[in-house]
């Protein structure tokens, strides 16, 4: 099984709403990160958890907070986002000890 | 601070055309490269990883080289077929630190 999944696949929620994006991967990788992608633009690194632990943040706002509940799963937690958040947030995972990074097809996030 | 510059931004060539996209990366020091296409709206595929202490990996049509003592890497991509239309991303990743730097990718159109 080489796939990492995302839900939900598309996302609509208001300033004031409180969601949560799920990744999940069965291929035994122990580093797992999160993307935002804005439109035409390159995927920017947000956080990296390895061996379920917080290892990066490119300080994101507290708005977003991680999570790594155990070795298959990712969530990131949303709250009080705002409209310019709106983006592609992509999930990845890696072996620690080969860089590859495989990613998932994404979550499409819109906030109005 | 790492930067990485891909060129061109847009290249459109006739089916069957061998052809070759640049990356250019502002410190070698202990990064590997790893190269992703992206259909739009859609996550990314990875295609080609190269750890730093390689010069050249090769996939079917696929073959990426790079030379860290000039901070490049190249993709290139033999008797191109319209269905290799996509974004081609190049990613500095540094090795055992997860931080990884994007390009702004190449976007390639095969015409049929």
């Known amino acids: 099984d080489t796939e990492v999944t995302q839900t939900p696949k598309h996302l609509v929620m208001g300033m004031t709403n409180k969601k949560s994006l799920k990744c999940e991967q069965h291929m035994g990788h122990r580093a797992m990160y999160w993307y935002k992608q804005k439109a035409k633009k390159p995927p920017e690194l947000m956080f990296v958890?390895?061996?379920?632990?917080?290892?990066i943040n490119e300080s994101v706002p507290s708005r977003f907070s991680p999570e790594c509940p155990n070795s298959s799963l990712l969530n990131l937690h949303l709250h009080a986002l705002q409209p310019e958040d709106s983006a592609l947030y992509l999930c990845?995972?890696?072996?620690?000890?080969?860089?590859?990074?495989?990613f998932g097809p994404g979550t499409r996030l819109t906030v109005l | 601070k790492q930067e990485v510059t891909q060129i061109p931004a847009a290249l459109s060539v006739p089916e069957g055309e061998n052809l070759v996209l640049n990356c250019s990366f502002t410190?070698?020091?202990?990064?590997?490269l790893q190269w992703f296409r992206q259909d739009p709206g859609k996550g990314l595929t990875s295609l080609l990883l190269i750890q730093s202490s390689q010069r050249e990996q090769t996939s079917g049509r696929l073959n990426a080289s790079l030379d860290k003592s000039s901070g490049r890497s190249t993709l290139y991509i033999a008797a191109s077929q319209p269905g290799d239309s996509a974004t081609y991303l190049c990613a500095a990743i540094n090795t055992g630190g997860f931080k990884t730097i994007f390009g702004a990718g190449t976007r390639l159109f095969v015409k049929a």
């Open positions: 958890y390895s061996y379920e632990k917080l290892s």
């Open positions: 990845a995972s890696s072996q620690i000890t080969r860089d590859e990074q495989f």
């Open positions: 410190d070698s020091a202990i990064y590997n």
